[in-house]
């Protein structure tokens, strides 16, 4: 079929469904979106189509339930009575969607894709399947950000931020919502073991903020990011901080949304995969298995067990006879006091023969995995 494509403004406007069956009751949920007057004629009327409360007249079709219809729908199992009202239709200059054969019909149902206020409307030929086929599609490729597809301004006006986790590195592993939204960022604050492979497909109108937080060097003070989150929202900007793997997992997501919520600036949170259960499955280390361990916990190892606690650090002492306990322990980002962890927990009581592990790169091309046992994996 060649045809001219266009939407219609159907709110408030009669269109007209014959049938009562399953197809009738999906183009009818339809159209109840779209906001139109819907009468349904039908013999019979499905449960399911009667729980819609639509009008609906239980009768044969007539052609005089044209009459004053904007558009049609012929959904029956009979060819003869989709066709007779197609004829109808025809005589009143009503468009007319026939769901058995699309080609004796006058107008077409697209395969339709709705995201952030935009519409994508795919027909195949009258070969539905394709259609669907090619809609599914392009659906992937907005979803993961691979179409340049960026939602209206007014979807956020204003200013937002969103506070994404990517994920333990592997870029595919980022959640496909937190993807969608770095791809129609303004802004991205982004952390250094955060996916990076994902700034490189962005627009060079996107501004990247490096915050680069590493153990032993900052280039931006967590009052400074917070800073700058707040600062671009309020120019009217889509803010995206991205984060290594869950944004408050020890990624002081708590302190951004805090800030945002003081300076009245929306936000939304979008979970990531966390580190702390990803990279010891990428090594082949279940953090929790039958018959051996049926509890984890995850520490930061910032805290060095050997120094006193710091009052006014943020720094919070642990507990390491209760942790020695604990089936599996994950500690994140404790190189560099590893063997005054090691040596604390084994102190506590935990078996020096505990098997252990070290992971480097978690879940990327470069990852590393040293094995030993709580007595050696330090050395």
Known sequence: MTGFPMLLDLTGRRVVVVGGGRVATRRVRALLDAGADLLVVAPDISPELAQLGVAAVQRGFEPADLDGAWLAFACTDSAEV???VAEAAALRHVFCVRADR???GTARTPAVLRRDGLTVAVTGGD???RAVALRDAISVALDVGELPARPARAAVAGGSVALVGGGPGDPELITVRGRRLVASADVVVVDRLAPRALLDDLPDSVEVIDCGKAAHRHNMTQDEINDVLVERALDGKRVVRLKGGDPFVFGRGGEEAEACRAAGIPFVVVPGVTSAIAVPAYAGIPVTHR??????AVITGHADPDE???PGSGQTSLDYSALARIGTLVILMGVAHLGNIAAALIAAGRD?????ACIERGTTTRQRTIRGTLAT???
């Not at 020096?352 to 252990?356: L, Q, R, Y």
């Open 82 to 84: 989709n066709a007779a």
């Open 102 to 104: 699309a080609g004796d």
């Open 127 to 129: 070969d539905p399947l």
């Open 291 to 296: 018959d051996l361990t049926s509890a984890f």
């Open 308 to 310: 006193s606690e710091n």
């Open 352 to 356: 020096p023969s505990t098997p252990a």
């Open 377 to 379: 994996i330090a050395d």
